[in-house]
């Protein structure tokens, strides 16, 4: 069982940045892909990033490119999301994911998920 804790999410202006956190509990974490995803209002959730068990493989969707950078602290049972360049379409409840197999970007396989952290970009 993995219990993950998101923080991080406020309000920030276009152009901001902001870093998102996701601690695990429990003693399986570096055997775990791990994900973010994020939920606007009215609309689907959809991936964001993902970094493989050992942190040496990323993916991101398309809309984040050059601007978002994910990396994990095995040590410390912690992933982060660096956001750079925010823009309004930004804006999303994000969630952080843990699953057995690295590179989904549908939140199907994932196994495990957080309570989900608020960000809120302003124009």
């Known amino acids: 069982q993995v219990q993950l804790v998101e923080s991080g999410g406020r309000l920030v202006q276009a152009g901001g940045s902001l870093r998102l956190s996701c601690t695990a509990s429990g003693r399986t974490f570096d055997s775990y892909a791990m994900a973010w995803f994020r939920q606007a209002p009215g609309k689907e959730r959809e991936f964001v990033a993902a970094?493989?068990?050992?942190?040496?493989?990323?993916s991101y969707t398309d809309s984040v490119k050059g601007r978002f950078t994910m990396t994990r602290d095995n040590a410390k049972n912690t992933v982060y999301l660096q956001m750079n360049s925010l823009k309004p379409e930004d804006t999303a409840i994000y969630y952080c994911?843990?699953?057995?197999?690295?590179?989904?970007?549908?939140?199907?396989?994932?196994?495990?998920w957080g309570q989900g952290t608020q960000v809120t970009v302003s124009s």
């Open positions: 970094v493989s068990w050992s942190g040496s493989s990323t």
């Open positions: 994911a843990a699953g057995r197999t690295f590179g989904f970007t549908v939140h199907s396989p994932y196994n495990y």
